[in-house]
């Protein structure tokens, strides 16, 4: 089946640094892929996503390319801040599916 | 759009007893998920809804588990005779007709702790 296997966390960086977390995926076709993210006491978020293989998906800094050789959705920010501190999933839905399966979640906090 | 809202926030109950949970989509979105999440895991999708037809559930989604979107509005989730292992945050989606799954608006959730 379908599924998502996100980096270990949780990761600690000081602010400005670069940010990376790795996302692959194992899913039949030709998912959709996205990035979400959890503030603390908040609902998810969606973050950014990509429909179709060498997509990037871009916003507030962040970015993630679709990579279908390497069944891979990497979340990259080039200077992370420290209201960036938060929970952030990856996830795919197969094509014509109307659900998302999640990674397991990275938990990213930023010190100043 | 003026979010996502489910009720309670938090729920603590003993084995065996019936909870309800109710989720109140954005305004005109006609889909509804609902998905659980055990702690330091991502989102198990339970079941989906367009307008009041539940379309698809998942196979974790046990006949003590139901639920309903009678009027294509708020959706309420019940789980009969409660287990520890109910133990989890329940999170209720929802999305507009054409961007479905691309686009989904997530609640803050309900907490259920079952002793």
């Known amino acids: 089946g379908d599924s998502v296997t996100q980096m270990e966390g949780p990761v600690t960086l000081s602010e400005e640094a670069f940010l990376t977390i790795n996302c692959t995926y194992t899913a039949t076709g030709y998912p959709s892929l996205f990035w979400y993210v959890q503030y603390p006491g908040e609902g998810l978020q969606l973050l950014l996503k990509?429909?179709?293989?060498?997509d990037k998906g871009s916003n507030k800094g962040f970015e993630a390319t679709y990579r279908k050789e390497t069944t891979s959705f990497h979340l990259e920010k080039g200077s992370v801040q420290v209201s960036d501190s938060a929970v952030y999933f990856c996830?795919?839905?197969?094509?014509?599916?109307?659900?998302?399966?999640f990674g397991q979640g990275t938990r990213l906090t930023i010190n100043p | 759009d003026t979010g996502v809202s489910q009720n309670p926030r938090h729920k603590i109950t003993k084995r065996g007893q019936n909870v309800t949970f109710r989720c109140d989509p954005i305004?005109?979105?006609?889909?509804l998920y609902w998905y659980r999440q055990t702690l330091g895991q991502g989102p198990e999708f339970l079941t989906y809804f367009q307008n009041e037809a539940q379309l698809e559930k998942s196979r974790l989604l046990s006949d003590r588990f139901s639920a309903e979107r009678p009027k294509g509005s708020f959706s309420t989730l019940e789980i009969q005779r409660t287990e520890q292992g109910d133990s989890a945050m329940y999170l209720c989606?929802?999305?507009?007709?054409?961007?479905?799954?691309?686009?989904?608006?997530f609640g803050s959730g309900t907490q259920l702790s079952v002793l």
């Open positions: 305004s005109e979105h006609n889909r």
């Open positions: 996830a795919l839905s197969s094509q014509g599916a109307q659900k998302l399966v």
């Open positions: 990509a429909t179709k293989a060498d």
């Open positions: 989606a929802s999305s507009r007709n054409g961007q479905g799954i691309e686009k989904l608006f």
